[in-house]
């Protein structure tokens, strides 16, 4: 692979740009491999990157039935947190923070990390003090945050509404300084290029259709372009595992949903932060290009669709303009959906099976993006080691049977009530 | 917008209705003795098929009746609808 750098950008400068590298090969399927990623997402190309590079396992090869940077990993909203409260989302979404902070330089590929803050807005006494709880919790984990006041936040974001007659004033609220949001697109070409610089085989429209698996081992795959064989195989398809894992005769404590997002047209640079509407679900940033990225609740019924219905993005838009109301007269650009792995507790799940040689990777929930280093990482682990990480130890399959569950909102089992 | 047939309502809009999910989950009988593995089944284990999926509906900016609808969720369309003690073929 051939860096990118300064120099190699004045250099094809000369050539008008028409003699770069490709930046991932094109390679055909061999019939077998040591290890086989399914899914190209951002989850699949950290794990087969981290793979090869921390595990030396380079006989690798992803599976993905689209292609790259088609699915969750750009349809995301792009932020980067690590603001929980239990213990177990702390310290893995913490680790991940770590490795966004240097994941430029890792891949030399610019992922646009952009550490600008995410504030959690609070518009009552109780939630003030329940983010007090959950600043504390951070900061006793090592990470940190800052309980903002209602004339602090005003400092922030003058324009919001914080007029007398407000429905639900701003009382303050947490700001994890080193929140924020990187590039979705180019964290996924990153990973790619660097995966594929390793050895990895990046396989493109190539969907699995079934699996071998003999005596309780897994042997291979059947896809769309043929048999492959491989001693281990990972699956991290998010709202598609439900689907494989039907395939393996696996029920999970898994249901899909499809979550829309939105952008407004650019404007000049208004919106520094992340901010995030406490008395609803509403979240936004401004993107590099000047638009507004906004998005909030599930539809609140189980798809596979991709797309969602107009009242989802209405109600979210609602809360958006109760917040900024100066957002009233802007235009939505475009709308989109991604589907969802929701899990049963609102945690992901990264383990072994009951199946030697198979390890899952799902329930990701809305919060994906910002996992993709550290699952791929905890996950390359696992695969590679056959046990757990330590980050990734609480995550387990079966802690929907031990009881160990991490609710970190309390929702239960109703995924849709979000 | 999806439009959902009420089985006491007829046709109404989206905005009426809360969703109350999987209808095919049964709660175990609570008369007999019950394994992890039927609760943990019953709780947190389900099905999440890509097309048909028989799921309850609950009117509840309406009559406030909850019912049962045959929904695609590959497409999002609804096929048909019932009352809850209605049989259904599947």
Known sequence: ???????????????????????????EPKKEYEVLIIGGGGHGLATAFYLAKNYNIRNVAILEKGWIGGGNVGRNTTILRSNYMHDANNLFYEHGMKLWSDLSQELNYNVMYSPRGII??????????????????????????????????????????????????????????????????????????????????????????????????????????????????????????????????????????????????????????????????????????????????????????????????????????????????????????GIMDMSMDGSPIIDKTHIEGLYLNCGWCYGGFKAIPVSGLTFAHTIAKDEV???????????????????EKGLGTKTWIS | MLEIRCPYCGKRSQNEFAYGGDATVKRPELNSEVSDQEWDDFVYYRKNPRGNHLELWHHISGCRQWFKAHRNTATHEIIQTYELNQNIET
């Open chain 1, 120 to 337: 959690n807005l609070a518009h009552s006494d109780a939630q003030m003090n329940s983010f007090t709880r959950r600043g504390n919790s951070m900061r006793l984990n090592g990470i940190d945050a800052t309980l903002l006041g209602r004339e602090d936040i005003k400092k922030i974001i003058p324009f919001a509404d914080f007029s007398s007659n407000c429905r639900f004033p701003i009382f303050g609220g947490l700001l994890q300084p080193t929140g924020g949001t990187a590039r979705h697109d180019a964290v996924a070409w990153g990973y790619a290029r660097g995966a594929d610089d390793h050895g990895v085989d990046i396989l493109q429209h190539c969907e699995v259709t079934g699996f071998d698996v003999v005596n309780g081992k897994i042997q291979g795959v059947q896809t769309s372009k043929g048999n492959i064989k491989a001693k281990k195989i990972g699956l991290c398809v998010a709202g598609s595992t439900s689907l494989l894992a039907e395939k393996l005769n696996m029920n999970l404590p898994i249901e899909s949903h499809v979550l829309q997002a939105c952008v407004s047209e650019p404007i000049k640079p208004l919106l520094d932060q992340v901010v995030t509407f406490g008395a609803g679900h509403f979240y936004c940033s401004q993107s590099d290009k000047g638009e507004m990225v906004m998005g909030g609740d599930l539809d609140g019924y189980n798809s596979y669709a991709q797309r969602g219905n107009l009242p989802t993005i209405q109600h979210v838009l609602t809360e958006g303009v109760a917040l900024f109301p100066n957002l009233s007269r802007m235009k939505i650009l475009r709308t989109w959906g």
């Open chain 1, 389 to 407: 990480h330590e980050l990734n130890a609480p995550f387990r399959l079966d802690r929907f049977h031990t009881g160990h569950l991490i609710d």
């Open chain 1, 1 to 27: 692979m051939k860096k990118y750098s300064v120099f190699s950008l004045v250099k094809n400068a000369f050539s008008n740009h028409q003699n770069w590298d490709v930046a991932w090969r094109d390679p």
